[in-house]
């Protein structure tokens, strides 16, 4: 995408026949004029509150209406009415440039409806010429609904046309789902209202849900009532018996979206690329039957999401991707699946900065369910040209290839990342020039992807834990030197580096003097300051790659293996008695802390084991600390 206008687009349900429809009709003719098309979306879509609905919803976050020169708004399509409720709101107060909506009536913008009137007058007529009912009745959608009114509309508008008598008991509000279609068939069935020769619903999932309680009441349709719906929607053509229904000019409502849009911001008028009308669909619940055309075309697009589906669901996709160790290794096998998406020409991937860190966890507020300010590139896929990157961006910008050179103009879906309610970052794909929106299988595709970036976030905090407690388990508690089961572990590998290079082996064994004295005269407290005292000091003594240990109470050795000097002894014994002596100048104490120190020096021999060096320094210890205690007498 590169200078020329761009449309934004918010729109759900994406896998949905009414949305792709719409779909392909805004980006046919959006780029036949020449402009980029950005697409917000997210894949669960109901009026409900969970955790797993706020990590979809944020993708709506990332939207800044001043990036883009019109914007076109689909609230039909989002199921939650608080999210419905929220864009009627932003739109009103954030967004500066051009809006159309789809088929809702308001005041602050503009909006582009389909003639539903015209097509359910259509609907009608066809019971009326075809099959002779006059006693028919219109079950439609919620009572103020735009489309539920021109539906009902087109019903009068037939009837009247016709001069069969308009009764208001055969006019009925329902709500475009199950609810009214189960109550209006039980109420046939208990004769609280005459069974009518015909039923028009507003709707094809009305419709289904209709004819298929009146089969369990035991009516027979068509014989007994004939049943249509609306939309012309997959299921209605898989429906047992199929369903009559009508296709709306779903094609046209984009095109005239993007016509109407391309208005407002020009002030100019556009001519639409296709002509796309509706038709009405007779199918088995009229008495009409399918037709071969019907049913050839029906079993080509089955055979064909069939065999999309099939392929996804053998490729072990979420198996691979779940053994990934690492996030780079889990990006290599993301790419490796990109094939399993029809036609997909543009992929991006971003994630949140720093967004497997464990310290962003559950129990510090809710800054790990929002997206950073800074966003990492981390798959980049232009025309099927594949690369892993770590780019970093702003978020305000919210993908860098929107502002990229393009030679013709294209169309990227953004869905978010997330597991649950925690955000990972989202998403961009297209399909370069072709209308398409994308299916379920994208949908599954991506929750795969979800998954797996859970798994090696927890993976990591795992490691991190597991790294934790090893550490723990092999270092001491009170002065932090290693334990004796690490200093057995890392002497083992000192002493085998010096046996194997003839590097001199340094061990130096350390025992502090008077701590009984100082545990009876002012308590094990201050005992063990004295012990932290010297471990300090003889931890600092090191400027080689080597380790101090705390092996006993009062006990220390010290390892190493490196080109030391010949005098290197005698400098340790000297830095630890300045350390200690600054210490206990500084420290206020009523006893000194001192050490008795052996140390030996040199190569490993072929008679020499770790043990015998270790036994060694430690008689060298010893003998110095029975000088040490004379000394004081």
Request: overall charge negative; proline content about 3%.
């Amino acid at each position: 995408m590169n200078g020329r206008k761009k449309i934004c687009v918010i729109m759900c349900d994406l896998h949905h026949p009414y949305q792709q429809e719409v779909m392909k009709g805004i980006i046919m003719q959006a780029h036949h004029m020449d402009y980029d098309v950005a697409v917000f979306t997210k894949f669960m879509n109901i009026d409900e509150e969970n955790e797993y609905q706020y990590g979809e919803n944020r993708i709506f976050s990332l939207l800044d209406y001043s990036l883009f020169d019109g914007v076109i708004h689909a609230p039909c399509s989002i199921g939650k009415r608080a999210l419905r409720e929220h864009f009627v709101k932003d739109l009103a107060e954030n967004c500066r440039v051009p809006v159309v909506a789809l088929e809702i009536e308001h005041d602050e913008y503009k909006t582009v409806s389909v003639d539903d009137a015209s097509a359910f007058e259509q609907l009608v007529s066809h019971l009326i010429e075809h099959h002779n009912a006059s006693d028919i009745l219109c079950l439609t959608g919620f009572a103020g609904n735009l489309q539920a009114e021109e539906r009902l509309q087109g019903y009068r508008n037939a009837m009247i046309k016709h001069g069969l008598p308009l009764r208001e008991d055969r006019m009925i509000y329902g709500d475009f789902w199950k609810e009214g279609a189960l109550n209006l068939a039980q109420s046939i069935a208990d004769g609280t209202i005459e069974k009518p020769q015909a039923i028009v619903c507003a709707s094809d999932f009305v419709a289904i849900t209709l004819t298929n309680r009146l089969v369990e009441l035991g009516f027979r349709v068509p014989d007994d009532i004939l049943v249509t719906g609306f939309d012309n929607s997959q299921d209605a053509e898989e429906n047992i018996p199929s369903i009559t229904s009508y296709a709306r000019p779903l094609l046209d409502l984009g095109m005239r979206a993007v016509a109407a849009l391309h208005e407002e911001i020009t002030g100019e008028c556009a001519l639409l690329v296709e002509n796309n009308k509706g038709y009405l669909v007779p199918a088995e619940s009229c008495g009409c039957g399918i037709s071969f055309i019907q049913k050839f075309q029906k079993r080509k697009n089955v055979d064909k999401y069939n065999s999309h589906r099939n392929l996804f669901y053998t490729s072990h996709m979420a198996e691979s991707l779940n053994s990934a160790p690492t996030i780079n290794r889990l990006l290599e096998k993301i790419c490796t699946f990109l094939y399993l998406n029809n036609n997909m020409k543009d992929f991006y991937l971003c994630l949140n900065d720093q967004w497997d860190d464990i310290s962003r966890n559950d129990t510090e507020g809710s800054e790990y369910m929002e997206y950073t300010d800074t966003m990492r590139l981390r798959i980049q896929c232009r025309d099927e040209q594949i690369m892993i990157v770590d780019e970093p961006f702003e978020k305000k910008i919210i993908l860098p290839a929107l502002y990229e050179e393009c030679d013709h103009p294209r169309t990227l879906y953004f869905t978010p990342l997330h597991f649950n309610e925690r955000c990972f970052g989202y998403c961009a794909m297209g399909y370069g020039t072709a209308p398409q929106a994308f299916d379920e299988v994208y949908h599954s595709w991506i929750r795969n992807i979800n998954n797996a970036l859970e798994f090696v976030r927890v993976r990591n905090i795992f490691n991190v834990m597991s790294q934790r407690l090893y550490m723990a388990s092999i270092r001491d508690a009170l002065t932090g030197l290693y334990n004796r089961k690490g200093f057995d572990q890392f002497s083992e590998e000192c002493y085998e580096k010096a046996r194997q290079t003839g590097k001199k082996l340094l061990v130096i064994a350390a025992d502090l003097d008077c701590l009984k004295p100082i545990n009876d005269n002012y308590g094990h407290l201050e005992g063990d300051k004295a012990i932290v005292a010297a471990a300090n000091a003889l931890n600092s003594c090191f400027e080689t790659d080597a380790i101090c240990a705390r092996v006993g109470g009062d006990e220390f050795f010290l390892i190493g293996c490196a080109d030391y000097e010949d005098d290197v002894a005698a400098h340790y014994e000297q830095h630890v008695a300045k350390s200690l002596d600054h210490y206990n100048k500084r420290s206020g104490k009523p006893y000194p802390v001192e050490v008795s120190i052996g140390c030996l020096c040199r190569p490993v021999t072929e008679e020499d084991t770790l043990q015998n060096m270790l036994d060694e320094a430690d008689i060298m210890m010893y003998a110095s600390k029975v000088r040490r205690r004379k000394n004081r007498r």
